[in-house]
């Protein structure tokens, strides 16, 4: 058999409500090219669709059920804390061990959760999950002075997020640096693709992601920023076609996204504030909060005040309306008084747990009846909320977990998913007791930084082309995310293990080829070796630096 070689490009948030049009106009002529000469579709992500779950179905075709990653932390047995948590987590393979057990040789850089590198037959970068490039993120430890000489000023994410955006000067810098990522993202790409040996290349483009998130609302507007969000795509659109040029015809191209996304709207929808007012959620007295508070700021703001510059002390005062919202998220647990607490936001604020007996330490609800009921109450009444100065839905759905996922995983999953319609109202963990922020349930935000203005949306993107890919077509129907990974294996001319909830894209292969290469499947243990107490981080200060980085990037209260 002809071997066979596959690129994986990502473009994370990508849209094709930003990028055909775009294409149509000839600011994407890279990607105009693959669309005509392959075939595009929707690429639906899983619900809900954030970055860990969506990249961990990706690499291992199946649902958050099976894998076990259902955002960035998860909740630790025993307790009402969370942790950080990286692919130490998964519970299955990924393509990478597949690949690799194979002997095919393989590149991956900057694909989120990926940290800590794994030992694969090739080279691992390790994407946003890595504390920084102080860190151990790179496999073979030794390519991490390539990586430096060839990109000095190479980085994994940019933090232009959350109380950084506040001025004009710095929304120039953050841009200007974005740009700069994605050129050395470039040139470390190209460095691999011509001197390392692989098979299987798979390279995140992450800036798509993040100018949208912070300059999403100055689209079609008479800001200098206007076109913030379409320099971003134009020169990832370049360091395509700079790739492309390095690849021979026999290679398959797949280009994808995580997720879509699309405009925030201006209501946040504070679920705390929501389930205290239903009486769902209760606070300490207030003898007890103002003790609380006292401590739990005073600590936050040493901790900030230890980990920031000189110059960022300086204006610590002028930002500090900011840091105050964001220091919420760390206050919000020592607050809540779980003997008379029923339900509280989970994993992520658009997450719901219930305070069950013999999970939660102090639970009050007992499982069966009980719980179903609660969950039934709050699912009419979150559904039924309207934005009272519209009249509108805030809540398109909420769904019960068994609804969206299966697998031996889905006991750690929180409860409930509330989806919000189109995605576009945020749900935000706050307010809180007098003086820590917005006293509405609703409220309409006041764009300072901290808040984004671009928001996840369920469908991401999809492309191909290659020596096995028709040609030409436009697909109308959603393919899966989860359907990459059995597709790739198929492309490569593997054994696909059975039990995935990823099917082969058959439409997008030429009859000739599936003809002449009739699938494989093969009973696999999929399951990899996990142990439930493993640290994922090896220091307190590593899971501070993601915590930093997360916040950063608008993902965390």
């Not at 980085?155 to 640096?177: F, N, Q, S």
């Not at 740009?179 to 040139?187: A, P, T, W, Y």
């Not at 300086?314 to 919420?328: E, T």
């Not at 671009?454 to 030409?472: E, K, L, T």
Request: aromatic residues 10%.
């Amino acid at each position: 058999m002809e071997k066979r070689k596959l690129i994986v490009i990502g473009l994370d948030g990508g849209t094709f409500d930003l990028i055909d049009p775009w294409m149509k106009e000839g600011y994407l002529p890279n990607l105009k090219k693959i669309a005509e000469s392959g075939v595009k579709a929707p690429l639906k992500s899983v619900v809900l669709p954030f970055t860990p779950q969506a990249w961990s179905s990706f690499m291992t075709g199946v649902n958050p059920g099976v894998h076990g990653i259902f955002g960035f932390k998860e909740i630790k047995k025993g307790s009402y804390g969370f942790q950080f948590v990286n692919h130490k987590k998964m519970r299955v393979r990924n393509i990478w061990n597949q690949l690799s057990k194979a002997g095919k040789k393989v590149i991956s850089i900057n694909i989120p959760m990926t940290y800590p590198p794994e030992p694969v037959n090739g080279v691992m970068i390790s994407g946003m999950d890595a504390p920084g490039v102080d860190s151990d993120f790179v496999y073979p430890e030794k390519l991490k002075k390539e990586i430096f000489n060839i990109a000095p000023g190479y980085m994994i994410h940019l933090h232009v997020g959350a109380g950084y955006l506040d001025t004009d000067r710095k929304r120039r810098e953050g841009l200007k640096g974005l740009l700069g990522m994605i050129e050395n993202r470039e040139k470390i790409v190209i460095h691999f693709l011509e001197n390392h040996e692989w098979d299987f290349f798979a390279v995140n483009f992450a800036a798509t992601d993040q100018v949208q998130h912070h300059y999403w609302r100055y689209m079609n507007s008479d800001s200098e920023f206007n076109e913030a969000v379409l320099k971003v795509y134009k020169r990832v659109d370049q360091a395509i076609g700079h790739i492309l040029r390095k690849l021979d015809a026999k290679t398959t191209l797949f280009i994808m996204s995580d997720h879509g996304a699309g405009p925030a709207s201006k209501w946040i929808f504070f679920i705390d504030e929501w389930l205290r007012q239903k009486g769902y959620l209760d606070f300490k007295p207030r003898s007890l909060l103002k003790s609380t508070l006292r401590q739990t700021s005073r600590f936050a703001l040493d901790t900030l005040s230890k980990n920031i510059s000189s110059n960022g002390k300086d204006s610590l005062m002028r930002i500090f309306p900011g840091l105050r919202v964001r220091s919420q998220g760390f206050i919000r647990r020592s607050l809540i008084n779980w003997s008379m607490t029923q339900v509280y936001s989970g994993e992520h604020p658009a997450t719901l747990r219930i305070n069950l007996k013999g999970r939660e330490p102090q639970g009050i609800i007992a499982s069966g009846k009980e719980k179903d009921a609660l969950c039934n109450r709050l699912i009419k009444e979150l559904e039924s909320i309207v934005i009272p100065a519209t009249g509108e839905r805030l809540v398109e759905r909420v769904y019960r977990r068994e609804d969206l996922y299966h697998g031996p995983c889905i006991d750690i999953s929180p409860d409930l998913y509330i989806v919000t319609r189109d995605f576009s109202h945020q749900v935000r963990g706050g307010p809180y007791p007098r003086g820590l922020g917005y006293k509405e349930v609703i409220a309409e935000k006041n764009h300072r930084e901290f808040f984004v203005n671009g928001v996840h949306r369920m469908n991401g993107v999809f492309m191909a082309q290659g020596p096995d890919i028709i040609s030409g077509v436009c697909f109308p129907q959603h393919f899966s995310i989860m359907d990459l990974f059995p597709s790739i294996l198929y492309s490569l001319g593997l054994e696909i293990p059975e039990g995935l909830d990823g099917k082969i894209l058959e439409p997008v292969f030429k009859d000739s080829f599936i003809e002449d290469n009739p699938a494989k499947y093969v009973e696999s243990e999929n399951s990899r070796v996990y142990t439930e107490d493993e640290q994922t981080y090896e220091s307190e200060k590593d899971s501070k630096k993601i915590e930093k980085s997360l916040r950063g990037l608008g993902y965390l209260d």
